[in-house]
């Protein structure tokens, strides 16, 4: 049997009719490591991210597109790797420019196409586009001194590149994480309230008299429960995106969860983040709505070094599990998250997939469970493989992704093409020693990492020297992807821009991975 029609056959055993078309529910966790959850080893109480992975399936390599918070959440909506946007390392900040252009076809989107109804509740991160004050004029803090940027908002305004510009029907959020201003919520793009006083989650700023940052997961849950219930009784199905503030800094239980995992505030954090998990199960519970719809819960980078790590794993805690690195850097510990997928009748209770996925995939998987993946444009979904085989259990002779790049903080690459894993720097790509900066004063580091990750799950021996077709082959491979556009089947595409964080070093070694000349 030709491979390809393999491939079409596993597609179309979940295929579903029109009737029964699944709800779908996207909850993504902030800063959390894959050993964080208690089935993982986690010594912080999780049963509801536990019941989803007792009740359906459990990825043990599945990867973020970055390891740090605004370029995941582009993969996750787009379909599309972070560094073809305008975004070639860091992260957005509240008061950034929209990053996904109103133009490009989201997941959200075209599942509205489909016939979705879709919703958005938590943490935006991807820029607003907001409206200001005439004549370049400013409001001052009602109380306290005015710190911070944001006071020439015009908060009466909705934004024009939030959530319903790029998709969404519904949408109740925060502009990015909870220690970057401005501090208040958006319903339906539009503030809920002034940011007219000033206040300080790590870095301080306008933000809205009634916010704290210690009620947001209360909030979310909350809203999410409504808009479940508000969509009980209707014949649309459904998308919403949950993605937490959590456990990201500033670290903020609520007085409920204070002192209750024996690990410290943050082990409470987690536990109250898998609270907001089981109120979202609860709600499908008790709307009858759990048969038909799709849970997924993952992380969008590893756990960050700001949850004093040290002082977990001296408790028996290993947030990253025994990957290398954190959050920010290239190694596993900072793009491995957990990934776990529930849905009754269709996925098998306690399943496990080794197979390799990424969260560019959710595009692509959703269409083909619908019958849609010629309804994907040329322009969209760019970087986005099926998991529906592994989803089924079904065998498959090929992996689902012929390679998966990784990207970190600071913009450096890695590319994985099964147990190999090519890292185009010299050391961490972000925040782990040593860090960029004194990694490329090392003149004794090469330039590049290979690990084979079958025999050195940890990275520790670099095999670069030994192996150099490999890295040849690896490094032409990379080249290729940024060069067409895309790394799944379909017409060249552009990206805005060539990668411009291949250190000099690199670019010198392998000219092809230089920015084209004009």
Known sequence: MPFHFFVLLCITVFTVSAKERPNVIYILADDLGYGDLSHAGGKAATPHCDRLAREGMRFTDAHTTSSVCTPTRYGILTGRYNWRSTLKKSVLWGLSEPLIEKQRLTAPGFLRQQGYHTAVVGKWHLGLGW????????????????????????????????????????????????????????????????????????????????????????????????????????????????????????????????????????????????????????ELDQQNLADNTIVIFTADNGCSPQAKIPDLIAKGHKPNANWRGHKADIYEGGHRVPFLVRWPGKVKAGSTSGETICTTDLYATLADILGQHQAIPAHAAEDSFTILPALEGVAHRKPLRPFTIHHSINGSFAIRRGPWKLILCPGSGGWSAPRPAQALKNKELPPVQLFNLADDPGEQTNLSAKEPQLVQELVAQLAAAIRNGRTNPGPKQSNEGWPATFHQSVTDQFPVLAAPKQ
Not at 137 to 161: H, L, M, N
Not at 200 to 222: K, Q, S, Y
Not at 244 to 273: A, C, N, R
Request: hydrophobic share 35%.
């Open 131 to 282: 409206e200001m004050l005439p004549n370049g004029e400013k409001r001052t803090s009602k109380t306290g001194p005015t710190r911070g940027d944001g006071w020439q908002i015009d908060y009466d305004q909705k934004v024009t590149g939030g959530p319903l510009a790029i998709g969404f029907d519904e949408s109740y959020i925060i502009p990015a994480s909870l220690d970057m201003f401005p501090y208040l919520y958006l319903k339906n793009d539009k503030p809920t309230a002034w940011a007219n006083t000033t206040k300080a989650f790590h870095r301080p700023g306008p933000a809205a008299e009634d916010f704290e940052a210690v009620n947001c997961l209360i909030d979310f849950a909350r809203e999410s429960r409504t808009y479940i219930a508000s969509r009980a009784e209707s014949k649309k199905p459904f998308f919403l995106y949950v993605p937490l503030t959590s456990p990201h800094t500033p670290i903020v239980p609520s007085k409920k969860w204070q002192g209750k995992s024996g690990l410290g505030t943050y082990g409470d954090f987690l536990m109250e983040t898998d609270w907001v998990v089981g109120e979202v199960l609860a």
